[in-house]
C-alpha cells in the first residue's frame, strides 16, 4: 500500500509560482503513473497534470498547459508540479494520486491511493 505526502502549498499573489512536492512510500512507485488533481470549493475534483512511470510522458489539462509542469525522481520516489502565472481561479486543494497502470490518465477513477491535499491559494 503507498502512502502520499504533499507538500508546498501556501499563499501567493496572482502571477506568482509554486512548487508542489508529493513523497511516495511503497515499493510500486517507479511503475506506476502518478497524478496531480485539484478540487476547490464547491467543485468537483478535477485534473491537473499526470506522468508516467518512466517520466517520458505528461498530460495536462488546457487550463494549466503551459503554466504549470509535472515532473518526477524515481531515485528519491517524489513526484513535482511547478505551478507558474498563477491566478485566483489556480486556488484549490492539491492531491497527488498513483495511477493503476503506467500511462498517463486524467480520470480520478484511474487512480488508486490519494496524498491528504495541500492548500493552494492566490490572491487577487
Known amino acids: 500500500q503507498a502512502q502520499l505526502v504533499e507538500s508546498g502549498g501556501g499563499l501567493v499573489q496572482a502571477g506568482g509560482s509554486l512548487r508542489l512536492s508529493c513523497a511516495a512510500s511503497?515499493?510500486?512507485?517507479?511503475?506506476?503513473?502518478m497524478g496531480w488533481f485539484r478540487q476547490a470549493p464547491g467543485k468537483e475534483r478535477e485534473f491537473v497534470a499526470a506522468?508516467?512511470?518512466?517520466?517520458?510522458?505528461?498530460d495536462y489539462a488546457d487550463s494549466v498547459k503551459g503554466r504549470f509542469t509535472i515532473s518526477r525522481d524515481n531515485t528519491k520516489n517524489t513526484v513535482n508540479l511547478q505551478m507558474g502565472s498563477l491566478t485566483p481561479e489556480d486556488t484549490a486543494v492539491y492531491f497527488c494520486?498513483?495511477?493503476?497502470?503506467?500511462?498517463?490518465?486524467?480520470?480520478?477513477?484511474?487512480?488508486?491511493?490519494w496524498g491528504q491535499g495541500t492548500q493552494v491559494t492566490v490572491s487577487s
Open positions: 511503497g515499493r510500486t512507485f517507479n511503475i506506476l503513473g
Open positions: 494520486a498513483t495511477a493503476k497502470g503506467t500511462g498517463v490518465y486524467s480520470r480520478p477513477t484511474s487512480y488508486t491511493y
Open positions: 506522468i508516467n512511470s518512466s517520466g517520458g510522458r505528461t
